[in-house]
C-alpha cells in the first residue's frame, strides 16, 4: 500500500464513508460536471446563433437606410435645383 492509498483511506474513514460511497459520490459529481459542461455549450451555441442573425440584421436594416438616404438626397437635390 502506498502513501496516497493510505491517505485515501483514512480519509474516507474521517468522512465516514465506504469506498463504493466515496466513488459513487465522485461519479455522482463528474456526471453533473459533464451534463452542466453541455448546457453551457447549447447555451454558448445558441448565443452564437443569435448574435450571427442580429449582425445580418442590422448589415441589412443599415444597407436599406443608406438606400433611403441615398434616395432622399437626390429628390431633395431635385427639389432644389427647381427652386
Excluded: C, P, W
Excluded at 10 to 33: H, T, W, Y
Excluded at 52 to 74: C, E, P, Q, R, W
Aim: hydrophobic share 50%; charged share 25%; proline share 0%.
Amino acid at each position: 500500500m502506498t502513501s496516497s492509498e493510505s491517505e485515501e483511506k483514512s480519509a474516507l474513514l474521517r468522512g465516514g464513508l465506504s469506498q463504493a460511497d466515496a466513488e459513487a459520490r465522485i461519479n455522482d459529481v463528474i456526471s453533473k460536471a459533464k451534463v452542466a459542461a453541455t448546457a453551457v455549450r447549447r447555451e454558448a451555441e445558441a448565443a452564437r446563433k443569435a448574435t450571427a442573425y442580429a449582425s445580418f440584421f442590422m448589415a441589412f436594416t443599415l444597407l436599406i437606410g443608406a438606400f433611403v438616404a441615398a434616395a432622399g438626397g437626390a429628390i431633395g437635390g431635385q427639389h432644389r435645383d427647381e427652386f
